[in-house]
């Protein structure tokens, strides 16, 4: 255990020192302050206001953001380690390569989700400061939701670092995992299994197999539980799930995927020719 938290001290520490890092948490923290800046907070739109637009707003962008920037900077862990020479020093040390492996995960995921919260938690405070309205079950689930997002392509990730032999072959596939998962997003490819005379149950139950496409519409699921701007898929989706069974599974698949990955990836590295 002392092993697995001096690793994650340590991958945290080098994350605060690099590059990546303060382009990510600049990235969010800009966003929250443009949100800011053009009034989100004091607006109306379809009845929603205050921070719960600002939220809505938010979660969307941080979709569009946090997956790729989550992919492109973990797959360099372990393949750029183990190009860099790392692991040849790592195996003359008291430390086992569990606690590496994990400690790096642990590390990474701090990192990872602390810019994203704090951004989050800074939009909260200054709403109490101001004496706007705080819709508080928006704001932890919104939390939940962003941690089980973070957990899912950390993992994927993870798993790709681990099987790539190279930097530039770890992120040419992170890339392509990423443009799949957007090739699925908002079912632009059931159309045409629809056309191929797939049951629309199938179409949408491959389309939620997609972290991202769960991911959006739990969002959308907060502010529209009937769930009216996905058409016909929104009877799929409530009557396999229902509204809050939907919200629950939101959560719990994304964490069960990045899990999974995760340890998908640790049993390669485990097996690999390290060096």
């Not at 382009?23 to 009034?39: H, K, M, R």
């Not at 920037?69 to 008291?94: H, K, M, N, Q």
């Not at 957990?151 to 670092?161: D, E, R, T, V, Y």
């Not at 197999?209 to 769930?227: I, W």
């Amino acid at each position: 255990m002392n092993a697995l938290l001096l690793t994650a001290r340590l991958d945290i520490v080098e994350s605060l020192r690099a590059r990546w890092f303060l382009i990510y948490s600049l990235v969010f923290g800009g966003i929250v302050a443009l949100l800011f800046a053009f009034g989100l907070t004091e607006s109306r739109v379809l009845g929603f206001i205050g921070l719960s637009r600002l939220l809505v707003t938010y979660i969307q962008l941080t979709m569009a953001i946090l997956p790729v920037f989550v992919l492109i900077t973990t797959v360099r862990s372990v393949a750029g380690d183990r190009e860099a020479g790392v692991f040849e020093y790592l195996l003359s040390l008291p430390v086992s390569l569990s606690a590496w492996f994990w400690g790096r995960i642990l590390g990474r995921y701090v990192i990872i989700f602390l810019p994203v919260f704090v951004a989050m938690l800074a939009a909260v405070l200054w709403s109490l400061i101001r004496s706007i309205e705080v819709p508080w079950a928006m704001f932890f689930y919104y939390t939940g939701l962003l941690a089980a997002m973070a957990c899912c392509f950390l993992g994927i990730g993870m798993l790709i670092s681990t099987l790539a032999r190279g930097t530039d072959v770890a992120q040419g596939a992170a890339f392509m995992v990423w443009l799949t998962m957007l090739l699925f997003l908002d079912l632009i490819l059931l159309g045409v299994m629809i056309q191929g005379r797939v049951t629309p149950e199938v179409a949408v139950g491959i389309a939620l197999l997609n972290p991202l496409q769960v991911f959006r519409t739990a969002a959308l699921a907060m502010f529209d539980p009937q769930l009216i701007v996905l058409g016909p898929s929104a009877y799929v989706i409530l009557d396999l799930f229902g509204s809050s069974g939907f919200r629950v599974y939101a959560l719990l698949y994304p964490t069960a995927v990045g899990t999974l990955a995760a340890v998908a990836g640790y049993l390669s590295f485990r097996r690999s020719d390290l060096p």
